[in-house]
């Protein structure tokens, strides 16, 4: 969904990456590997790694270590940003930890990210990377219709990611519905 509508906006330097758990349990062959991606985001805050600059840094030293473990999912994303030329790279992620754009950032330094939402107790820390503090809304964005049931990840090939689209056509008008509601 959030690719649909910042194309919507003149936006042509966008990359729908499906990087998701089913994303990362296919590449790897390993269940739950989102797990050990998530957990340095929690230790960075019972260490006291509260300010982003500190928590990012902490993140990256753990994080690394089990993408090493996993080398093919660190080719993978290591060549899908290596693909993308500009100094910057901002990711949109409907997550509330952010454990997705933190792993990309681990990885490149260019990467900075911003999320729909985040849970209260990482407000201070991701105070100026999320575009709002409806945390009770994060259930109802991550479950659009768009973005849960019209299009799921499928395979990953050539730098390509592939989907398979819905054909009930209920889920298609919803879907349509909710970007129509995006574009006004």
């Known amino acids: 969904m959030p690719y649909v509508f910042f194309r919507s906006r003149g936006r042509d330097n966008i990359h729908p990456w499906l990087i998701s758990r089913r994303f990362l ?18 230790e960075a805050l019972e260490s006291g790694h509260i300010q982003f600059d500190d928590y990012s840094a902490y993140c990256k030293e753990r994080i690394l270590p089990v993408l090493n473990e996993h080398p093919k999912l660190k080719t993978i994303l290591l060549d899908l940003l290596s693909s993308i030329k500009q100094n910057r790279i901002i990711v949109i992620e409907s ?58 990840y499928s395979s990953y090939c050539n730098m390509e990611f592939y989907v398979n689209v819905s054909v009930e056509e209920s889920v298609k008008e919803k879907t349509l519905s ?7």
Not at 25 to 42: F, N, W
Not at 145 to 150: A, E, G, P, R
């Open 25 to 42: 349990e296919v590449i790897t062959k390993t269940e739950y590997v989102d797990d050990d991606i998530r957990l340095p985001l929690y």
């Open 95 to 152: 997550g509330y930890m952010g454990t997705i754009p933190m792993m990309l950032k681990a990885l490149d330094d260019r990467v900075d990210f911003r999320l729909f939402t985040t849970a209260p107790f990482l407000y201070e820390t991701y105070q100026d990377r999320i575009f709002c503090r409806n945390y009770e809304d994060i259930r109802r964005f991550e479950t659009l219709y768009s973005q849960d049931l019209f299009m799921q």
């Open 178 to 184: 909710e970007i129509a509601g995006l574009m006004r």
